[in-house]
């Protein structure tokens, strides 16, 4: 009878435990919280970090074509957009004083060919009259000079002439390189001097190369061969890549801000990059692959006041078993690499751990 007794004893103190810890806990369940809480699971995947940099366009190795004579243009055989090859005539150009020297030049190289002949037959006729002692050493000396002297005079003419020849030919001027004409300087019937810029001819549009500007605060971090990701307004749907290939010691300094640049290759096989386009670019300076992972703001969030020790991390991970409002614990991570959006999470936290990532004030 006794122990029956015992044990209705121990079943009603068992029950009236149990009903003083569920009023506990609905009185804890039911006390409104001013805030919602916002989780997201720690996982594995790729953290990234860039660097945001604008930039513009420009050819490869385009060549720009000079005049290399003074002049009128006569005639333009190609315009803006035109294909052309190597060797092709892109102007002629006349050049009236250019004539009037050659003409000159001509006159005067036949002028000594006759005065040549004449010295060499007097030198000849000298020689003889000197085996003959018609006439002194001295004589004969004269006329070896006056002829040696006109044979100097001949070359250094003949030598002008050649060069008047070949500015003749420069008024006709060839494409050095087959490609596309950029851009035409002249029009007919227009004055031209020997070094005007008249044609920009690019061998390739295919190939296309980026120029950016670096802030000086991101410039330690980029190297060659990073990848480059850009995107320009007449395309803002497509994106398009590229690769650094330089990066330029050069600081230029302007309203107070110092930037370095970069040269980026990028293919442009559908050619739908113009020379001259901005772009809007991010370099990927960092990257690792299958790491455990956060969102960057679940560093910086608390839902309490509490302090933080120097160079420590922590997170806040949701406790099922906490009787909390919310049910939240602080846990002190190492981290890695810190991207763009994700920070790398080396110790402390397993895949699926719920933790909290937003926190903000429920609306009335």
Known sequence: MRKVNKKKAAIVALLLFILILLFFLSKGCNKKS??????????????KKTISVTGSLEVIDSHRVLSRVSGIVKKVYFDFNDNVKKGQLLIKIDSPSLDE????????????????????????AAKKMLKENLISKEDVKRAEINYKSLLV??????????????QKKDTQLRAPVSGIVLSRHVEENTNVRNGTLVFVIAPDLKKMRL??????????????????????????????SGEVIQ?????????????????????????????????????????????????????????????????????WVKDSLSMKSPPVKRVEVETGLVGDMYTEIISNLKIGDKVLTKLFRKKD
């Open 211 to 240: 120029l950016i500007n670096i802030d000086e605060a991101d410039i330690g971090n980029v190297k060659n061969g990073q990848k480059v990701t850009f995107s320009v307004s007449a395309f803002p749907k497509k994106t398009f």
């Open 101 to 124: 020297s050659i003409i000159k030049y001509r006159d005067n190289l036949e002028n000594i060919r006759l005065k040549l002949l004449q010295a060499e037959r007097k030198l000849e």
């Open 247 to 315: 990066v330029r010691m050069n600081p230029i300094k302007q309203r107070g801000l110092v930037t370095y640049e970069a040269l980026v290759d990028c293919n442009n096989d559908d050619l739908m990059l113009k020379p001259g386009m901005t772009a809007t670019a991010s370099i990927l300076v960092a990257e690792k692959k299958d790491v455990l992972r956060v969102l960057n703001q679940a560093l910086l969030i608390s839902p309490e006041k509490v302090q933080y020790s120097p160079g420590k991390k922590y997170v």
């Open 153 to 166: 005079s001949r070359k250094h003419t003949l030598m002008a002439f050649n060069n008047l020849l070949k």
């Open 34 to 47: 001013e805030f919602k809480y916002e989780f997201r699971k720690a996982s594995r995947g790729v953290v």
